[in-house]
């Protein structure tokens, strides 16, 4: 039955993480939820029991990691799909974030979510079965917003890795699919998971503006229902041709027609510089 299949997701005490778990436990699936903080996963989604194990990782330390999914194994004896979820928002110019502030956002966002993948994978490649959810964001894939230059390069990384991640898995008979959410009503654009710079620079006035719009109007205003995204990917993690490719939204769904649409407009317009390099 495929609500027998174990899940493990990373970042559960909130947001998507959050409503995933929730809505996989109510349809009677097995999670291992992962947070910084054991107890906030235990306050949200009840003591460990067969079908809930909570689990304390600090995706910076490859130990932590490998000890979580080592004890969710032993509880589960097994995972079979895997949602890279943890991660949080840096809205900054790149002249104003540090190199520090630019690099924590690497760390958490791209390696630590590597760190999990490289745990993960002996179990996923053992049972020659598998899927694997790494959530990026429409940031991965259009970044024509001033102030999120470095998270859309976590998020484009975090693409990029997975496309490579989903040609190296395919002959273990595992799936890997990039969600890329468009605004959900999550608390991402809280103080909690969205940083701002500490040394911001006031020539950067639609820097500013993103700021003031994303926390304030955006805020608690997002069209998406994170519920809703919730059965999407549990809806696709039953699919036996899954999409590598995923955007959920309609505002994802149009912000990548419009990427397309300009890609291929400016091919066209400059084929001829193209093709013209070659000997």
Same mark, same amino acid.
């Given at each position: 039955?495929?609500?027998?299949?174990?899940?493990?997701?990373?970042? !559960?005490?909130? %947001? *998507?993480?959050?409503? +995933?778990?929730?809505?996989?436990? $109510? &349809?009677?699936? =097995?999670?291992?939820?992962?947070?910084?903080?054991?107890?906030?996963?235990?306050?949200?989604?009840?003591?460990?029991?067969?079908?809930?194990?909570?689990?304390?990782?600090?995706?910076?330390?490859?130990?932590?990691?490998?000890?979580?999914?080592?004890?969710?194994?032993?509880?589960?004896?097994?995972?079979?799909?895997?949602?890279?979820? !943890?991660?949080? %928002? *840096?809205?900054?110019? +790149?002249?104003?974030?540090?190199? $520090? &502030?630019?690099? =924590?956002?690497?760390?958490?966002?791209?390696?630590?979510?590597?760190?999990?993948?490289?745990?993960?994978?002996?179990?996923?490649?053992?049972?020659?079965?598998?899927?694997?959810?790494?959530?990026?964001?429409?940031?991965?894939?259009?970044?024509?917003?001033?102030?999120?230059?470095?998270?859309?390069?976590?998020?484009?990384?975090?693409?990029?890795?997975?496309?490579?991640?989903?040609?190296?898995?395919?002959?273990?008979?595992?799936?890997?699919?990039?969600?890329?959410?468009?605004?959900?009503?999550?608390?991402?654009?809280?103080?909690?998971?969205?940083?701002?710079?500490?040394?911001?620079?006031?020539?950067?006035?639609?820097?500013?503006?993103?700021?003031?719009?994303?926390?304030?109007?955006?805020?608690?205003?997002?069209?998406?229902?994170?519920?809703?995204?919730?059965?999407?990917?549990?809806?696709?993690?039953?699919?036996?041709?899954?999409?590598?490719?995923?955007?959920?939204?309609?505002?994802?769904?149009?912000?990548?027609?419009?990427?397309?649409?300009?890609?291929?407009?400016?091919?066209?317009?400059?084929?001829?510089?193209?093709?013209?390099?070659?000997?």
């Amino acid at each position: 039955m495929e609500n027998s299949k174990v899940w493990f997701i990373t970042g !559960a005490s909130k %947001g *998507l993480g959050l409503e +995933l778990a929730k809505k996989l436990l $109510a &349809e009677g699936f =097995k999670v291992a939820a992962t947070s910084r903080n054991e107890a906030s996963l235990i306050n949200k989604l009840g003591n460990a029991s067969e079908k809930f194990f909570p689990l304390e990782m600090d995706l910076l330390n490859e130990k932590s990691v490998q000890n979580a999914i080592n004890k969710a194994v032993s509880h589960f004896n097994t995972i079979d799909v895997l949602v890279n979820n !943890a991660g949080y %928002g *840096l809205l900054g110019a +790149l002249e104003e974030l540090t190199n $520090a &502030e630019s690099r =924590k956002n690497f760390e958490v966002n791209v390696f630590g979510l590597l760190n999990v993948i490289r745990n993960t994978m002996p179990i996923l490649r053992a049972n020659q079965s598998g899927h694997i959810f790494n959530i990026s964001s429409v940031g991965g894939y259009f970044g024509e917003f001033p102030g999120w230059g470095i998270y859309c390069s976590t998020k484009f990384a975090v693409a990029g890795l997975t496309e490579s991640l989903a040609a190296e898995i395919k002959p273990f008979g595992i799936h890997a699919t990039i969600v890329y959410p468009g605004y959900f009503r999550t608390d991402f654009l809280k103080d909690s998971s969205l940083l701002l710079p500490e040394n911001p620079i006031a020539d950067y006035k639609e820097v500013r503006q993103s700021e003031n719009a994303h926390k304030g109007d955006i805020n608690e205003n997002q069209p998406g229902d994170p519920i809703k995204l919730a059965e999407a990917l549990i809806k696709v993690s039953q699919d036996q041709n899954p999409p590598l490719h995923l955007f959920l939204g309609e505002d994802a769904f149009n912000m990548a027609n419009q990427k397309i649409a300009s890609v291929q407009s400016e091919l066209g317009k400059w084929k001829e510089v193209s093709v013209s390099t070659a000997l």
